[in-house]
């Protein structure tokens, strides 16, 4: 039984701007609905009077719905829910109906709506799982049994985190399950007048916390706008009430210039002969309040936006192009998610356009299903887990006609979260993530050479399009191109580049611990963080003294920095049996005078002798271990190049290495500093031999005026 359940009719935070905000159904009265639950006619085969706001809802989006099992689930409810009272006094199965009706004018289908009439009756009552199989199938009592999970979950601090663990594992498998806790959230916001202040602002923050960032990412906007308006008026009712003041100051406006400007766009898309319906969007109080603050006193067209709904796709880009051409518009205001949809299903053409006495109205273009998912997110989805071929027509409104569905969990966030949940070394791990992800309300969108896309929070970086895009396999990159340009794996990414991530092919590639200061996303933190708790001695080589120069970027260089060891086999020491490793501070290739000293795990590391890292292990008292070359020729290096800064330098720097023969690991380009640019590349060549020559290629391109070995000083 929900706690948060109390008497609506005690004064407390409304939500008026659920009403404006779009051609809703009056407020149901709950002491209306408990009556009729308790006296409505429930004789067998016929409709109780209680279910009838449900049905009505329900038939508008699916008008030949089979409504028996509706009636059933309400029967059982009301019979098992019979004496229990919600904190105000009415019957408690006023509760599931408000609920239920909340789904049933989103769009749920009828199976999502069954489980809802029925969702604290496993928990509250008598009856079992078993039964709701029994009677009503495997998927209702999956999802009933799924929100009862939830109903359990302790939202309090020390159990956060294992119990959100928990709820998403549950959630996970359906996301039905989540729309009818959404739902159930709602109306216990709705309804949380009587209860003391401090409770109040408990369920309110967790509801800020949690529940809101994940209607938005279910895409359920409907439902996470008007529970954004409750907690606003609970936990700031300050500033709720000035919002509210400003809003009910601009309704009685005589002239409303939003108005103005919709009968203007009417008329030009009758003009271009464009089937289009021009609607008023008032803004939320929420949304008011953040335009306030960002653009200090409002105007008439800032309450609200234009809604502009057509029958196919290209009509929307047809609209676009008429009011850009017949009217001023704001060209920075322009986004396009009808090409690349939001991460949550949205989609829509964003633009703007001003009048001439100043006023700008925002407009929103989008098809009539666009707007469905834009209002319900997954819920308009239908039933996308159960075969298209065996659901009836009634239960999936606008299934394609090859038969697939679109499973809005796979791929998607949801989908991501339960991988990150599985990889996460530890709950603490999972829950910091989660909760850095869920503060992130903007997303960019990123595009791959083969033309695929990745969509990331803003601020994401090049190590998170790797792991986005890899995986695990991420632990190979070795630098990346932003926009055909060498850039470090810290880059940080805006909206619309172009990222090609350039993959190494040691077998012993492994994430630098420094990635973590630059991964944004859940999926590159655990990785990154599961990798270095497996491999606590990865780093475990004493460190050289701090360079005079600054060390190439370890987020470029990936898996072969130029502090990482590497094994060399050309390398034989006297002691039989060690596992040998080039030093990448210096980089010794044949024929370099080369000495070793043993560190931890039984690796010895080799150094020219002249590294400064030579003569700090011997001040510690390193034991110092004698190497030879071997008969393998093939060697890593790391070159320095300086040069003047010009156009397509490091295109012709890069080639000229090809030439030579040198495949390049790694590249770091540091910033200009007066005209002048440092390059530092780590390269593997077939023979030693063949590196002089390739120092000289390096010289001659027009602008390098020096090129040596990398060194510590």
Known sequence: MSA????????GPAAPAAAVRRKARPRIDLRRLGRAALLGNAARGRLPDAIGHVAEAHRAHYPDADLEPLRRAYVLAESSHRGQMRKSGEPYITHPLAVTLILAELGAETTTLTASLLHDTVEDTDVTLDQVREQFGE?????????????????????????????????????????????????????????????????????????????????????????????FAILHPEEYEHTRELIAENAARADDPLAGIADEVRGVLREADIPAEVLIRPRHFVSVHRVSRKRGELRGADFGRLLVLVNEDADCYAVLGELHTCMTPVVSEFKDFIAVPKFNLYQSLHTAVARADGQVAEVLIRTHQMHKVAEAGVVALGNPYAPAADAP???????PADGERADPTRPGWLSRLLDWQKAAPDTDTFWSTLREDLAQDREITVFRPDGGTLGLPEGATCVDAAYAQYGEDAHACIGARVNGRLATLSTVLKDGDTVQLLMGQDPASEPSRE???????????????????????????????????????????????????????????????????????????????VTGFAVRGG?????????????????????????????????????????????????????????????????????????????????????????????????????VYDVGRAQHQ
Not at 176 to 205: C, F, P, W, Y
Not at 393 to 399: F, V, W
Not at 528 to 551: C, K
Not at 571 to 582: N, Q
Request: a negative charge; charged letters at 25%; aromatic letters at 2%.
């Open 4 to 11: 948060e359940a109390t008497n609506p009719a005690t004064p």
């Open 515 to 593: 990635w973590l200061e630059h991964a944004h996303t859940p999926a590159a933190r655990i990785a990154i963080q599961r990798w270095l708790a497996a491999h606590p001695d990865s780093t475990g080589e004493q460190p050289a003294p701090a360079p005079s120069r600054p060390v190439p970027d370890p987020l470029v260089s990936g898996t072969a920095p130029s502090t990482a060891p590497r094994t060399a086999n050309a390398v034989i020491p006297d002691r039989p049996g060690v596992t040998v490793r080039l030093a990448g501070c210096c980089t010794p290739v044949p024929p370099d005078e």
């Open 139 to 231: 998927e209702v009592r999956y999802l009933v049994d799924g929100v009862t999970k939830l109903e359990k979950v302790d939202y309090g601090a020390a159990a956060e985190p294992e119990t959100f663990r928990k709820m998403l594992v549950a959630t996970g498998s359906d996301v039905r399950v989540m729309s009818i806790k959404l739902a159930d959230r709602l109306h216990n916001m709705r309804t949380l007048g009587v209860m003391r202040r401090e409770k109040q602002e408990r369920i309110a923050k967790v509801t800020r916390d949690v529940l809101i960032p994940l209607a938005e990412r279910l895409g359920v906007q409907a439902l996470k706008t008007e529970l954004e308006d409750l907690v």
């Open 393 to 399: 027509a009634a239960e999936t409104p606008d299934a």
């Open 603 to 703: 690796v010895v590391t080799v150094h020219r002798v002249e590294c400064a890292s030579v003569a700090h292990m011997k001040g510690t008292g390193r034991p110092e271990v004698a190497v030879t070359w071997g008969d393998s020729t093939a060697c890593r290096v790391t070159l320095v190049a300086e040069s003047f800064g010009r156009p397509h330098l490091l295109a012709d720097l890069t080639e000229a290495m090809a030439q030579e023969g040198a495949e390049i690991v790694s590249a770091t380009v540091e910033p200009p500093s007066q005209q002048r640019v440092r390059h530092t590349y780590t390269v593997e060549l077939p023979d030693a031999a063949h590196l002089p020559a390739l120092m000289r290629a390096m010289r001659n391109v027009p602008g």
